[in-house]
């Protein structure tokens, strides 16, 4: 069953706990002038997702869909969410052109490299290149919520179940975040380098497209994953436990 939860005035967090995976997928909406979709989870939630967008407002009404980067838990749901949401267009990174392809989605990308702005009323979305899961990552910032939409940084396994916010004290939840990094082969010099510039910003949210968001001591849980020292983890191991499609 896809949870919903409202983040803030008109954004919107869509949630499937996985029970085999322990593991959550999730995407967001937003609806302000303009109406905006962040991920599509895999082609299998796609349908569950869209049924409980399509509650919130006409899917035909969406201008973009944005994805953070080409693992199939994050956009393998393209396919089903342009058929429904068919006006908008798909902003990616300009390194995952052939994913795209591969997957049939062409004819209305719009490729970014990072450093980009859209404009979706009061609000905007601002991109950031932060390729560190692969090289076509990306990661947005919603001005001035605050919000960042980090795909799968900040992400976390969910034994038992998702919980929009942690149930757990906040050095355990960044120690499961900085787990799930490690298990994935994250470095942190690249968490240095490609996260760092985001400190400067007015962050008050935190959504990964796994486990719990959160909302509180945002700059100092934000500074604290990404100093954490990583061990050697097996780059994909994770995901080929959990997706075998990686
Ligand atoms: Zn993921």
Redo the contacts with the bound molecule.
Sequence with gaps: MVEVIEIADGVYAFAQFLKENDIS?SCFLIQDEKQVIIETGTISLAKSFLSRMAGLGPLDKTSHIFVTHE?Q??FGGLPEFISEAYNAQVVAHKNITAQLAFSGIVGRNLLVEGGEAFRIGKRTLRIYHAPI?TKGTIVFLLEPDGILFT??YF?QLSKGGWSPYPQVPENVFIHNIVAFHQALGYQQKDFTKYLSPLKKKDLHFIAP??GSMTNESVPQVFEKVIKAKLGKGEKGGL?QRI?SSR
């Design positions: 997928v693992h838990d994050h899961e795909g799968d992400g497209s796994h995901w997706f």
